[in-house]
């Protein structure tokens, strides 16, 4: 990227500028959207007449012949019709986890808080390949060795945010994160 001029750094600083903006809008936008989408699935009914294995398996059961033989024992003992036990089955439209209130609310949570954590990893995403697109159209004016040796020094995410060892995980070194945190807070 060298022999740039000044005005194309300019232009290609603020076309990346404007790139990252539209960017970030765009994973809202998707976020919208699998959120929506999450719903539509959580919110689907299926009869059993949508799918010809459903229907056959439906038609299959012998719930009439089960409760024949019941009506049969329970006369026999002299249970009252009125009083009898029934065996009935049904097609439910939905499953457990789209039927119960509770478990639907847990799942909304569960689910805005995995697109949540996609949406901030594509931004932060987005931030980094516009810095290093600016990074690239900056260089590309710099000549002196001075400020390449800069650019050079600072530091990377890595070496400010090392991997945790299996030791600070376990708790042999520091106590815990959460701990820490607990701690700072309760002072």
Not at 27 to 33: G, H, L, P
Request: proline share 3%; net charge neutral; with cysteine.
């Amino acid at each position: 990227m060298t022999g740039m001029t000044k005005g194309e750094r300019e232009d290609l600083l603020r076309l990346v500028r404007q790139r990252e903006k539209v960017l970030k809008s765009a994973a809202k936008q998707r976020s919208a959207e699998l959120l929506a989408d999450f719903e539509n699935q959580m919110g689907s009914e299926f009869s059993f007449t949508d799918d010809a294995t459903w229907e056959q398996a439906f038609r299959q059961l012998e719930i009439k012949k089960a409760q024949t033989t019941i009506t049969k024992r329970c006369r026999e003992l002299g249970i009252p019709d009125r009083f009898a036990p029934n065996v009935d089955f049904f097609w439910s439209r939905r499953g457990y986890d789209n039927q119960v209130n509770a478990r639907k609310a847990e799942l909304r949570r569960m689910a805005a808080t995995r697109i949540q954590a996609i949406e901030q990893k594509a931004v932060t995403d987005i931030e980094m390949n516009c810095l290093k697109a600016q990074e690239q159209i900056a260089l590309s004016g710099l000549t002196s060795e001075v400020a390449h040796s800069f650019i050079a020094a600072l530091p990377s995410i890595e070496s400010l945010m090392p991997a945790l060892s299996y030791s600070e995980i376990a708790g042999e070194a520091d106590p815990p994160v959460v701990e820490q945190l607990v701690s700072k807070r309760s002072m």
